[in-house]
């Protein structure tokens, strides 16, 4: 067992967990280590603790905490275990290094130190854990870097009251998220040969017209629409790709499109507007809702009572999977966001110990 929460974060980013989706940087994916290692430092602290597969090598960790009646509600912490791609990272991903009294390495912030605080806390309060007026559970998500796949997952097979998912917030309640919608479009043309281009289609021009509808419709008409606490919804160009080589007409493209939406929005309007912009467009999406939990809520109040007031973000989380079946979710964690998905991520010490006194507080409040 690690000496202290020092240490645990250590062993954490020195694990890897990192998520396979897109380009990872490295062969060493997937969350399964790391599950076994929260897993048997949870049943140390005498949790009742299983270990899910939600996709091949890719468990949930779920712990349950043994409480002195069967009819409390219940208080889930929940930390995701996956981190993004460490490509293009400066320093070595997994080193987990103390320098500068700093952490380094990939999911320092972003967010083993949430984990690691986390973990810490129900270790050093314990004693108190079965008297408490919620039951705890805690859990250890995976996927939640792309679809949020452990988070939906647990949602549909498990109750919870309340959900504090762990994320760098500066230890801020994160009571509402902007949600997202992913899009994948595709153009399909005719190819030919380049020296009679008028003989095919091109999908790259097709394409074009999609993301000049985009660029100069679409963006503008989403910024008209204001949410008192999120602002506007946004629409971002990500990624294209198209073509085999210069002197052939292209037959496909395809382009990854990024959606940030408020509470109350339709994309209806935004589908319909992008197909017009070119016949026979293929759209396929995936899409988080937007997260809204009522600030007056009695566990927020305790948050805020233990020292954390409350905050907005334009990014989503895992809180979306539960605050689309109707549980409240926050989002809360030490460190900041600015660190995340860094070329040099880190936590600071003082943002670490900080998230433990925060959570022991927390815990001893309700």
Known sequence: MPANVIELLQELIRIPSVNPDGDPGTPHVGEGQIAEFIAAFLRNLGAEVTLTEILPGRPNVVARFPSDRSDKARLLLAPHTDTVSVGGMTIDPFDGGLRDEKIWGRGASDTKGSLAAMLWALGESRDLLASRSCEIWFAGLMGEEACLHGSRALAASERFDFVIVGEPTGLQVVNATKGSAWLTLRTRGRAVHASAPELGENA?????????????????????????????????AGTIRGGTKSNIVPDACEAAVDIRTIPGQNLDPVFERLRAASAGLEIESWQAQPMFTEPEHPVIHALERSGAGLATAAWFCDAASFAERGVPAVALGPGSIAQAHTKDEFLAVADLEAGVAFFKRFLREI
């Open 204 to 236: 790259l021009y097709k394409m074009a017209d999609v993301l000049r509808c985009i660029r100069d419709e679409i963006a503008p008409s989403l910024a008209t629409f204001r949410h008192p606490a999120l602002g506007s919804p946004t629409i971002s």
